[in-house]
């Protein structure tokens, strides 16, 4: 199946400091791509919908100036977590969709990032 | 409000039980159901439920949608240690961009 690579795995950062998290489709273009939050022993999370070339869609409750994603290209999205405090630490996940695989086409998931904030 | 329920939200068995998950939604423009297993990290795609009435089979897994009643199984049957996982649904629907809306997950531990 399509490869969907999330970079970084794990980060450990100092509270305040921003972080950035990669996600790159591999061998499919994206227009569209989610990212969710997961915190241990629950479910996935939809945080945002990155447009490639447009501005993210938030859902309601998450900060779009903490949670910046940017969708510069086809196959890249990032989320960057500004000023993080430790209620940020948690597992963040990114995934895509084929873009000529239509709305309904299979979603394919990215490793995760563990953020955790000190 | 797009809603989706799953049950139970814990599941204990024995190796060589069987075990049905429930998924319940209700979901705006409804296009679809997937089921997806979650061990460590990133989810893995099980099912794409589209049709009702039409069951899906892979192994010793299989799923089933019924649009009337806004709800999917997902069975397993003689489980094993190796499907201990988080078993997720998500309807699709809502926005144009199909974006997923995941139930709060089925926690299945399977004892030998």
């Known amino acids: 199946g399509a490869v969907v690579s999330q970079h970084p795995s794990r980060v450990i950062c100092k509270s305040g400091t921003s972080v950035k998290i990669e996600c790159r489709s591999l061998?499919?273009?994206?227009?569209?791509m989610f990212w969710y939050r997961q915190f241990p022993k629950q479910s996935l999370m939809l945080m945002a919908t990155s447009n490639e070339g447009s501005k993210a869609t938030y859902e309601q409750g998450v900060e779009k100036d903490k949670f910046l994603i940017n969708h510069a290209s086809l196959t890249l999205s990032t989320l960057t977590v500004t000023s993080a405090h430790p209620e940020d630490s948690s597992f963040y996940i990114c995934?895509?969709?084929?873009?000529?695989?239509?709305?309904?086409?299979?979603?394919?998931f990215g490793e995760g990032s563990r953020l955790t904030v000190l | 409000e797009d809603k989706v329920v799953q049950s139970p939200l814990s599941l204990v068995v024995h190796e060589g039980d069987t075990v049905t998950l429930n998924c319940s939604y209700e979901?705006?423009?409804?296009?679809?159901l997937l089921w997806y297993k979650q061990e460590k990290k990133a989810p893995t795609f099980l099912f794409m439920l589209t049709s009702s009435g039409i069951e899906k089979k892979s192994g010793r897994l299989s799923s089933i949608l019924d649009k009337k009643e806004l709800s999917s199984i997902l069975n397993i049957t003689a489980t094993q240690t190796g499907d201990s996982a988080i078993y997720l649904c998500?309807?699709?629907?809502?926005?144009?961009?199909?974006?997923?809306?995941f139930g709060q997950g089925t926690i299945l531990t399977v004892h030998p």
């Open positions: 995934s895509a969709r084929d873009r000529l695989s239509g709305e309904t086409g299979e979603l394919f």
């Open positions: 998500a309807p699709t629907g809502g926005t144009s961009y199909g974006k997923l809306t």
């Open positions: 979901v705006t423009n409804f296009r679809s």
């Open positions: 061998d499919f273009q994206a227009t569209t």
